[in-house]
């Protein structure tokens, strides 16, 4: 496996998970607060693409909504700027407006910094609306359709 | 002062104080009467065959002999370290890490104190040799055994947060750090608060048998002093190093978790 060409096996474990980012479906917060897990505290505006407050950052992790945790986990996980994004389902807890704002910014992103992301969905509208490319899991196969 | 001489009848006496105890344990149904009796019953059956085996040890007072005789403890201990882990590793690596930081700090410590600072004629003497590795081992033993078992169920308990961390590029060194930091403070508590303790609240198990036996109250005291103080530090920097080779057999070198270098006992 390569990324730009330098193969895997140059990279240490924690540079690769970097690069190579994942978002897991069930999220961990070891800190009392949301804020305490970011190097830098995300931008006002940043927050606000995603329907955020700055005052989330204070309130506590056990406090905020399945919803809010799941879009401050990519936030936290941008923050690396991966050059590839491992998606399992990152909108499966927003209601409609938050999912088409998650699915901006992270075509943005992607645009922004050059990078991709392999995303798994159950909601082919979603396919029809992010997707370049569209593969299906049947039977423990993989099979492209028409994207 | 002489020292009383204890009669059969004397020890048959106390025995029966634990006998009335196995009982009350036994009826209140505490889960914990057969363990309590086979820790009474091996209490006398080994100190009566290490009675011998000192006695026969101190009149045939050779290196060779009292080297296998330290050996042989330290791998008990190991032994032990190892029995009491509720988290285990797979093939032998659990008692390698409780006997070689047992050897590499409790064994070394011991040889220092002998040859160094106590000195007996030869400095091996096993009047001072044996009993005094053997309080090394058994603090170092309790220390080791708490750190690492803490270690290895709070890693465990916290897989999710550890790999959640992982994922965002931590190094396994600093997504385990305050467990490991946790870990070393939970093996180091006992003996620090015996030192805090000791002679306020309770006066050291050696310093009484020194008095018990005659000597006068400053000298055992001294002595005491002495043990606790290389005890600490053969505690201390076993349970650090145990705790460390631990948490580094936890992870590989691409930092991934490996609890299944684990097994679980019930």
């Keep these: 496996m390569r990324l730009d060409n330098t193969p895997s096996g140059l990279f240490t474990g924690p540079a690769w998970r970097k690069q190579v980012a994942l978002l897991t479906t069930e999220n961990f917060w070891w800190h009392d607060t949301f804020g305490a897990h970011f190097h830098q505290a995300p931008e006002p505006e940043l927050l606000a693409r995603l329907n955020l407050g700055t005052q989330i950052l204070q309130s506590q992790v056990h406090l905020g909504s399945s919803g809010e945790r799941q879009r401050l986990a990519l936030l936290r996980l941008l923050q690396n700027q991966p050059k590839v994004l491992l998606l399992d389902e990152p909108t499966a807890n927003l209601d409609r407006e938050n999912k088409t704002l998650v699915e901006q910014l992270i075509l943005d992103y992607l645009r922004r910094y050059n990078a991709c992301a392999l995303w798994t969905s159950h909601d082919e509208h979603q396919i029809k609306r992010i997707a370049s490319r569209h593969f299906r899991i049947t039977d423990n196969s993989l099979l492209a359709t028409d994207a | ?266």
């Design chain 2, 1 to 266: 002062m002489n020292l009383i001489l204890l009669t059969p009848f004397d020890l048959a006496l106390t025995a029966s104080l634990i006998v009335l105890l196995a009982l009350i344990t036994y009826f209140s149904k505490l889960g914990i009467t057969a363990t309590l009796v086979i820790a009474a019953a091996r209490t006398v059956i080994q100190l009566m065959l290490i009675g011998l085996v000192l006695k026969a040890l101190f009149a045939n007072a050779q290196l060779i002999w009292i080297a296998v005789m330290s050996l042989f403890m330290v791998m008990v201990a190991g032994y032990e370290i190892t029995a009491r882990q509720k988290h285990r590793f797979t093939g032998l690596w659990s008692y390698s890490i409780g006997i070689s930081t047992m050897f590499i700090s409790s064994f070394s410590i011991t040889i220092i104190a002998l040859a160094v600072i106590i000195q007996p004629d030869p400095w091996y003497q096993p009047q001072y040799a044996i009993p005094l590795l053997g309080m090394m081992l058994g603090n170092t033993m309790n220390g080791v055994s708490l750190a690492v078992d803490r270690l290895t169920t709070s890693i465990a308990q916290n897989r999710g947060v550890i790999e959640a961390q992982l994922i965002l590029g931590y190094s396994s060194q600093t997504a385990i750090s305050s467990l490991l930091r946790d870990s070393i403070r939970t093996g180091m508590i006992p003996i620090i608060n015996a030192m805090a303790a000791a002679g306020v609240v309770s006066l050291p198990g050696m310093m009484t048998g020194q008095i018990l036996s005659g000597t006068a109250p400053m000298e055992a005291v001294k002595y005491q002093i002495l043990i606790m103080f290389l005890i600490t530090a053969s505690t201390g920097f076993s349970t650090v190093l145990a705790a460390r080779l631990t948490a580094r057999r936890l992870f590989d070198e691409r930092h991934r978790m490996r609890l299944d270098r684990l097994r679980t006992l019930k």
